[in-house]
Every structure is written in structure tokens, then in C-alpha cells.
């Protein structure tokens, strides 16, 4: 009998004890492929030599410092290779273990940023409806997930959610992309209007919306008039690049496909590569010198933020990536999955959606392409197509409540930046088989 507490109590889960490549292995010698990286995670697979002897190696040397007493070598290194490569005027990283304790730090770092400012009644986050931004109580409450909000509400803090930019379910007949974005956009500034601008301290939204919705990126122009709102009421830019970024959309940071810089940016997931848990919230040279000129002290922490085991994978992971050009192919081979998805379901009765960016792709199930009415949540198909999938040999991330966090279902392929040509033939044949199977 286990003592672990899964998941879910009911689910009797295979036990994983090998990786190779894009595929992981079961105790019967069951090969799966990882079309979904786990949760968008190994973006390397799961045998990459470099970043395992990286973990060793510093293993051998140093384990663990307490960051309130030392620094370490791989953490500034770390630091200093996203910051040459990051956007706008990122200048500064903290380190935590994931994401949810990188969006919960990039709301707390809002606050003191304008405390210490002077600025004691700006309190109010903005984000937006079918998003997420982690499971801690504060990121939840940011987060529009419904589903994963509903049992927690009376615990959590008052955030405001405006419309998502959903062009596939959401753009009215008869408006272009275009037009679209800017209305969807300019909610931002009714709200902080209707809040009062004085008291609005931040805006936080994914740039291409990850598990919730399904890889649904933004129109052209959308998030330059969100920066432009902003910064005519003063109001901090939150990215939460947790899912998205890291490569997973063809850009080393998921904001530079919209030429956007944010304030603060939060990554992880793809940080680590799954070799070790990870997370990290960057800010502008802007907010550091508030802290820095002010009390010096943030007042926030976590026992393994800086952890040097981990920081020495992540550098390895990002200088894999670099060095070896895995972003620019991670975007080549995007193309060429979603052209599979295309042309393998572009006109099936049930699929009224392929989108995404990079190896970072969505497909979204309809009950009638035309209305683009979703399946009864009753239906249960998420369910189904994961079930189905994974009989056949094939890890993907369906999700139901799509459109609102009840309604709709879709399914989130994010597989390692290592795909091959042929590989993508095998996920797309699965999960043929699998939305076969599970379709009424």
C-alpha cells in the first residue's frame, strides 16, 4: 500500500523509472511519448547528458547555501545569462522553486515596489478571465481558471478579470483581428478607470495562454496597447512567461513574438527542464533601484530560492538551449507540428481550432464547427482523450472548461524541443486514435 497522496485517490498510476529521449518508461517496460512535456516542463526530454552531469557535478561541490547568509556561483551565473538575453530593461532575477512561487513573489515585489515609492494605495491586480497563474492562494487568486478557483474563493483576495483575448470564441463577425485586440485591450484601462488609477498597481497575463484555454496566443497589437495603458496610468506589466516561455514558443522569452517588454516577468516549468525543480521572477532596473534606494530589503523568501543544485541544471538547460540552437529549432519544428495537426485534422467535424506558437500548440473540440458549439460538459472528453491517449502510448494535456471554465474541451501538445520529423507523425497518429475512441 502507498503512503504517497496523489493526485487524485482514485487513479492507479503506472510508476515511471526510466527516461529516453522524448519518451518515458513505465515498470513494465511501457514506452510513452511526452507529447506534452509533462505540464509544458522537459523541453530537453528526459536524458540530456550536459544537464545531468551539470546536477552532478555541483552535487559533488556544493549542495546547499541559505541565501540570507551566501550566494553562489551557478545562481549568478544564472542570473546573468537571462538578463543578457531577456527584454527591455530586465535587469534583476530572483530565484524561487516554481511557478506558482514566481507569480506569488511577482505580486508581493508590485506592492512593496510601490510602498516604498510612496504609493500606498495602489493594491489592485488586473488580470484576465481562462488564465492561470499557479495553485498558492494569491496566484489563484490572480489566475481566471474557474474550475480551479470555485472551492477556494472565500479564501481568496479580491482580483479583477477582464476578457481574455480569445480571437477563435471570442471575436465578434464582421471585426478584424485587429479591431478585436484593441477592444479586448481597452477593457484594461476601463477597469482601471472604474478601480481609480491610484489604487491599480499591476496587470498580469500570460502571452500565450497555456493550460486553461490551450497554447491561444493574441492578435497583432494586442499586448502593445495593453503596455500602453500601462504605462499611461502608471501601472506595472506582469508577464507570466511560466508555461510559455523558455523557448516553448520559438523565442527564448514568449514576449518577444509581440516585440513586448514587461516589468516583471515570471518563468519556470521550461527553466529546469524537469532536472530540478525551478522558478524565477525577473524585474526592471526600474523596480530593483526602488527596493535598493529604500528599505534595501524585499520583504519575501523562500528556503530554496538561489538553491545552487538547481540553478547549476537551469544554467545548463538555457545554455543548451543557446548554444545549440534548440530555440530556433523548437520554432522550425512547431511549424511542422501544427501543419501535421493541419493537415491531419484541419477538416474534422469536431475540430474547430489549431493554434499556438513553436512546439506549443492547442487543438480545440467542438460539437459543430460551424457554431462552434462546445461538446456537454457531461460528455466528460478531456477525460476520455487522455485515457485514450496514454492506452496508446502518448502523454498529451486535454483539458475541459475552455470557454469559461465549464464549457468547451481541448487538448495542449507541448513536446521536447528534441521532436523529430518522425516523431511528430507518431503523436499526431495517437492522438488520431485517441479522439477516435473517445468522440460520441
Known sequence: MSHVFPRHTKA??????????????????????????????????????????????????????????????????????????????????????????????????????????????????????????????????????????????????????????????????????????????????????????????????????GATSGAVPPVEGYFKRVREICDQYGVLLILDEVMCGMGRTGHLFACDADDVAPDILCIAKGLGAGYQPIGAMLCSKQIYQAIEAGSGFFQHGHTYIGHPVATAAALAVVRGMLDRGLVQRCGEMGEKLQAALVERFGQHPHVGDIRGRGLFRGIELVADRETKTPFAPSLGLAKKI???????????????????????????????????????????????????????
Request: a negative charge; proline letters at 5%; one cysteine or more.
Open 386 to 440: 487522455k485515457k485514450a491517449a496514454f492506452e496508446a502510448g502518448l502523454i498529451c494535456y486535454p483539458m475541459s472548461g475552455t470557454r469559461d471554465g465549464v464549457n468547451g474541451d481541448h487538448i495542449l501538445l507541448a513536446p521536447p524541443f528534441i521532436i523529430t520529423d518522425e516523431q511528430i507523425i507518431e503523436v499526431v497518429d495517437k492522438l488520431e486514435l485517441a479522439i477516435g475512441k473517445s468522440l460520441p
Open 12 to 209: 492507479q498510476l503506472p510508476t515511471a523509472v526510466a527516461g529516453d529521449g522524448c519518451y518515458l518508461i513505465d515498470a513494465d517496460g511501457k514506452r510513452y511519448f511526452d507529447g506534452s512535456g509533462g505540464a509544458a516542463v522537459s523541453c530537453l526530454g528526459h536524458s540530456d547528458a550536459d544537464v545531468i552531469k551539470a546536477v552532478q557535478d555541483q552535487v559533488g561541490k556544493l549542495a546547499f547555501a541559505h541565501t540570507s547568509f551566501l550566494t553562489s556561483d551557478p545562481a549568478e551565473e544564472l542570473a546573468d545569462l537571462l538578463i543578457a538575453n531577456a527584454p527591455g530593461d530586465l535587469d534583476r532575477v530572483y530565484f524561487v522553486s516554481g511557478g506558482s512561487e514566481a507569480t506569488e513573489s511577482a505580486i508581493k515585489l508590485a506592492r512593496q515596489y510601490y510602498l516604498e515609492k510612496g504609493e500606498t494605495e495602489r493594491r489592485h491586480v488586473i488580470a484576465r478571465r481562462q488564465s492561470y497563474h499557479g495553485n498558492t492562494l494569491g496566484a489563484l487568486a490572480a489566475g481566471g481558471n474557474e474550475w480551479r478557483r470555485t472551492q477556494f474563493a472565500p479564501l481568496l483576495i479580491d482580483i479583477s478579470h477582464i476578457a481574455p483575448c480569445y480571437e477563435y470564441a471570442e471575436r465578434s463577425e464582421g471585426e478584424t483581428p485587429y479591431d478585436y485586440g484593441q477592444r479586448v485591450a481597452n477593457e484594461l484601462e476601463a477597469e482601471i478607470l472604474r478601480l481609480g488609477p491610484e489604487t491599480v498597481m499591476a496587470f498580469m497575463a500570460e502571452p500565450v495562454v
